[in-house]
């Protein structure tokens, strides 16, 4: 019997459409995270998750936002439908130091306490993903915000400002089971690499008239065939052809896209380092 399956969408499929949308009006972080659910969240496919996300976003906080919720369901799997955060950091400034976040037994559960010292969309996140310990030994557990025990709190963050962020502090958290870890090790390239494609389709919409959406669409292309394997010198060539692209939009006096948009730059120059060196 032949397959009734509808084929895949690749990303040169859905460009027309993402780019010909209709920009609106300002979005703040409730106003994105509701488009996100409305128009994102059923995606399968990452890679056009995030440049389904990216085309939505006015400004390079929600740019982030995108990418980081794909670059998360890859490494984690698809823990919910909402937006998700991965909560690694832990303090290192304070005298004395805030604990960290540990794992005690109470009979067969085991129970979080700790802090985390920076969640992302703290204020419309649905599941926390808490790093215990470090290295190969490191587990990851998923929380959902409204666990007993977990606290968000804000801080004022003066990079991708506009983003909700802020720390979690868990007070006997159940833990339930551990996540599959075996794709963390790659999350510090898949992140970039998603985040870069969301800002494809982001300067695809608002770069309009100083880059063109198929240079957008042709830079993003080798961005997602990266994505199974983000190894060799690819990735230095992605970058490059993204920094580029950033470069071009910067250069325009005129544009500008958020309150922060030249100090946000930031986020894709942050990951060049990395990328090039692989």
Same mark, same amino acid.
């Given at each position: 019997?032949?397959?009734?399956a509808?084929?895949?969408a690749?990303l040169?499929d859905?460009?027309?459409?993402?780019?010909?949308?209709?920009?609106g009006?300002?979005?703040? !972080?409730?106003?994105?995270h509701g488009?996100?659910? $409305? =128009?994102v969240? +059923? *995606?399968? $496919?990452?890679a056009?998750? #995030?440049?389904r996300?990216?085309?939505?976003?006015?400004?390079?906080?929600?740019?982030?936002?995108a990418?980081y =919720?794909?670059?998360?369901?890859?490494t984690? +799997?698809?823990?919910?439908?909402?937006?998700? #955060?991965? @909560?690694?950091? %832990?303090d290192?400034?304070q005298?004395?130091?805030?604990?960290?976040?540990?794992?005690?037994?109470?009979?067969?559960?085991?129970?979080l306490?700790?802090n985390?010292?920076w &969640?992302?969309?703290?204020?419309?996140?649905e599941?926390i993903?808490?790093?215990?310990g470090?290295g190969?030994? @490191?587990?990851?557990?998923?929380?959902?915000?409204? @666990?007993?025990?977990?606290?968000?709190?804000g801080n004022?963050?003066?990079?991708?400002?506009?983003? +909700? =962020?802020?720390?979690?502090?868990?007070?006997?958290?159940?833990?339930?089971s551990?996540?599959?870890?075996a794709e963390?090790?790659?999350f510090?390239?898949? !992140?970039p690499?998603?985040?870069?494609?969301?800002?494809?389709?982001?300067?695809? &919409?608002?770069g309009k008239?100083?880059?063109?959406? %198929?240079?957008?669409? %042709?830079?993003?292309i080798?961005?997602?065939?990266l994505? @199974? !394997?983000p190894?060799g010198?690819?990735?230095?060539?992605?970058d490059?052809?993204?920094?580029?692209?950033l470069?071009q939009?910067?250069? *325009?006096?005129a544009f500008?896209?958020?309150? $922060?948009? !030249?100090?946000d730059?930031?986020?894709?120059?942050?990951?060049?380092?990395g990328? =090039?060196s692989?």
């Amino acid at each position: 019997m032949a397959s009734t399956a509808q084929p895949k969408a690749k990303l040169r499929d859905i460009w027309p459409s993402l780019i010909n949308q209709a920009e609106g009006p300002p979005l703040d !972080e409730a106003g994105f995270h509701g488009r996100w659910g $409305d =128009q994102v969240a +059923g *995606e399968t $496919d990452l890679a056009l998750m #995030a440049a389904r996300g990216g085309a939505l976003a006015d400004r390079l906080a929600w740019v982030f936002i995108a990418g980081y =919720q794909s670059a998360l369901r890859h490494t984690f +799997g698809p823990i919910c439908s909402g937006w998700m #955060a991965y @909560a690694a950091s %832990e303090d290192r400034k304070q005298v004395p130091r805030l604990p960290g976040v540990s794992i005690e037994r109470a009979g067969s559960d085991g129970l979080l306490s700790g802090n985390k010292t920076w &969640v992302a969309c703290y204020r419309h996140v649905e599941q926390i993903i808490i790093k215990v310990g470090q290295g190969t030994k @490191a587990q990851y557990f998923s929380v959902p915000r409204g @666990a007993p025990g977990l606290t968000l709190t804000g801080n004022t963050g003066r990079f991708l400002a506009d983003m +909700g =962020q802020g720390t979690a502090s868990l007070q006997q958290v159940l833990a339930g089971s551990p996540l599959d870890s075996a794709e963390v090790h790659q999350f510090r390239l898949r !992140e970039p690499l998603y985040i870069y494609l969301a800002f494809c389709a982001f300067a695809a &919409v608002r770069g309009k008239g100083i880059v063109s959406p %198929e240079r957008c669409l %042709e830079t993003a292309i080798p961005i997602k065939g990266l994505l @199974a !394997e983000p190894v060799g010198a690819g990735l230095a060539a992605a970058d490059a052809a993204v920094q580029s692209l950033l470069d071009q939009l910067a250069s *325009e006096a005129a544009f500008q896209s958020g309150p $922060d948009w !030249e100090a946000d730059q930031r986020l894709i120059r942050m990951y060049s380092p990395g990328l =090039q060196s692989g």
